[in-house]
C-alpha cells in the first residue's frame, strides 16, 4: 500500500515539492500515467488531501500562484476548479446523486440474482479480466487507494463499454477504494465518460492512447470501437445555491468535524469558541458495501490529525458513529448551536437532514456555514466547464489573499 500519511504536515511537504512542476512539467506531464509510486513525477498527488480539506483548494491556489503567473500555471489552476465545478453542479442538482443511489441499489439487486453479472462484476473488482492495464488499474486501486486521471478514465470507459457493466457499480467500486472518492467529482465523472453528464458525448479508451500515456506499458487488445451515449433522463432543474449561514459565534456552541471540511480555521477566524467538539466521518457511507480498510483508516487518521493540531481549540473531543449519537453528544452540552463547515451534497448531507429534527427536538440548531470560497464559486456552475472556466481570473481576483501576476 503506497503511503498516503493522514496529516496536513505531508499535505504541505508534497505541495512544497509539486509547487516547481505546477507550470511547465505539469503542463506537458499531466496526462502520463507513470505507474504505482511515480505519479509525483508530473502530477501532484495531492486530491485524498484536498478532498478532504486538509489543505484546502484556496492554499494550493494561493502556493502555485505565489510562485507562477495564472498564465503559466494555467493548466494545474483549472484542474483544481474542476474539483470545485463539479462540487458547484451537483450542488445544484441534488437529485443526481439521488439517482445515482437508488441506481445503484437497483443494480446491486442484480448482482445479488443474476450470477452472470457477479461473476463478471467480481472479475472487474479483482482485475481478473485478461485485459491486462484494466486488470493492472484495478489492483493498483485496492492497493493504493489512488489511480491518475488517465486510467481512472481509461477504466471507466473499458468497464462501461467493453465489460459491458452498469456504470453505477463502477462509480461505486470507485468509492469504496478511493482515498479522494468525492460524490460529485466521482459521480459526474463516472457519468461524463458514460455520455450521461454531457448529453451524447462519451469517452472512449483507444489503445494506441492507452500505449503513448502509459510509455509502451500497456497496450490492451480487444477493447470496444465504438462508444453509444448510455441512456439517461435530463438534467433535472436546478435549485438555487445555497446561502451563506447568518449565525452568531458568540452563542455557546459545539463543532462537529466531518470530512468536508477538516481545516476549521475559517471558523475560529470567525469568532468560533466551542465548549466541546465531535467527530464523525463517512466511510461507512460512501456505499452500501463495505469500504476498503485503508479507506477508513485514512479518515480516521485524518480526523485524528485535525484534533490534535487543534487541540487547544476544540475542547473535549468525542467520535460519534451516527446522528443518533452525535445528537445525545449535543444533549450533554450546554451548546444552544452545534456548528459545522457545510456539507456539499453526498453522505454528510445525508447524515445532516437526519440529526437536524433530533437537535431540534432538544432546542439546539445545526449551523453549517459555507466558505466564502464556494460561495463564490458554485453559483457559477451551472452549464459546461468551458463556461465556468472563463469565470477563473474573475473568482481568484475576488478571493482575499490571491494575487494573480
Ligand atoms: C471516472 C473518474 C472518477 C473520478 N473520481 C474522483 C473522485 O472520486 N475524487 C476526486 O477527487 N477526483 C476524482 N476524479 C478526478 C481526478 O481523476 C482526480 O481528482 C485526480 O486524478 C487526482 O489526482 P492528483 O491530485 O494527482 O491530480 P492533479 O492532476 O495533480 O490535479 C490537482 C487537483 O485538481 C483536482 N482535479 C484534477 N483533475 C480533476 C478532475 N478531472 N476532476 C475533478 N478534480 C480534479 C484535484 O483536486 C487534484 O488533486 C475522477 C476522474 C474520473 C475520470
Not at 458525448?201 to 462508444?227: Q, S, V
Request: net charge neutral; hydrophobic share 40%.
Amino acid at each position: 500500500m503506497t503511503q498516503f500519511d493522514p496529516s496536513r504536515t505531508e499535505s504541505l511537504s508534497r505541495m512544497t515539492a509539486f509547487l516547481p512542476k505546477a507550470s511547465k512539467t505539469y503542463a506537458g506531464g499531466r496526462n502520463y500515467d507513470n505507474g504505482p509510486g511515480l505519479h509525483t513525477k508530473s502530477v501532484s498527488v495531492l486530491s485524498p488531501y484536498i478532498r478532504h480539506r486538509l489543505i484546502t483548494e484556496e492554499d494550493v491556489l494561493t502556493a502555485v500562484l505565489g510562485r507562477h503567473t495564472l498564465s503559466s500555471a494555467e493548466k494545474y489552476v483549472q484542474e483544481v476548479f474542476w474539483r470545485t465545478y463539479w462540487k458547484g453542479w451537483l450542488q445544484l442538482r441534488p437529485s443526481v446523486w439521488e439517482m445515482y443511489r437508488a441506481g445503484l441499489k437497483a443494480r446491486l439487486d442484480d448482482v445479488a440474482t443474476q450470477g452472470g453479472l457477479r461473476r463478471d462484476w467480481e472479475a472487474a473488482c479483482k482485475g481478473e479480466t485478461g485485459i491486462d492495464a484494466f486488470d493492472h488499474w484495478a489492483r493498483e486501486l485496492v492497493d493504493t487507494g489512488y489511480l491518475h486521471n488517465h486510467a481512472r478514465m481509461w477504466f471507466a470507459s473499458i468497464w462501461i463499454f467493453t465489460l459491458r457493466l452498469p456504470w453505477e457499480l463502477g462509480a461505486d467500486f470507485f468509492m469504496r477504494h478511493l482515498l479522494d472518492g468525492d460524490p460529485a467529482s466521482n459521480t459526474l465523472s463516472w457519468r461524463w465518460v458514460g455520455g450521461l453528464q454531457t448529453k451524447g458525448k462519451t469517452y472512449l479508451a483507444r489503445p494506441e492512447n492507452i500505449a503513448k500515456y502509459t510509455e509502451g506499458r500497456f497496450n490492451p487488445k480487444g477493447l470496444a470501437g465504438f462508444a453509444a451515449p448510455l441512456d439517461g433522463p435530463d438534467h433535472p432543474p436546478r435549485t438555487a445555491p445555497p446561502e451563506p449561514a447568518i449565525w452568531d459565534t458568540k452563542r455557546p456552541s459545539a463543532l462537529l468535524l466531518t470530512s468536508e471540511d477538516l481545516s476549521p480555521s475559517f471558523l475560529f477566524d470567525q469568532g468560533l469558541s466551542p465548549l466541546t467538539t465531535a467527530t464523525w466521518h463517512d466511510a461507512e457511507h460512501v456505499s452500501p458495501l463495505a469500504p476498503a480498510p485503508h479507506l477508513g483508516a485514512f479518515k480516521q487518521g485524518t480526523l485524528d490529525d485535525v484534533t490534535s493540531r487543534w487541540g487547544d481549540r476544540l475542547g473535549p473531543v468525542t467520535a460519534c458513529a451516527d446522528a443518533s449519537e452525535i445528537a445525545a453528544w449535543a444533549a450533554q452540552t450546554n451548546a444552544g448551536q452545534i456548528v459545522s463547515p457545510f456539507a456539499p451534497t453526498g453522505p454528510t448531507a445525508t447524515m445532516f437532514a437526519e440529526l437536524k429534527p433530533l437537535l431540534a427536538a432538544q432546542n439546539q440548531e445545526l449551523v453549517t456555514p459555507l466558505r466564502r470560497y464556494d460561495a463564490l464559486c458554485w453559483p457559477h456552475a451551472t452549464h459546461g466547464f468551458f463556461k465556468f472556466k472563463e469565470k477563473i481570473p474573475k473568482l481568484i481576483g475576488q478571493l482575499k489573499g490571491l494575487q494573480v501576476a
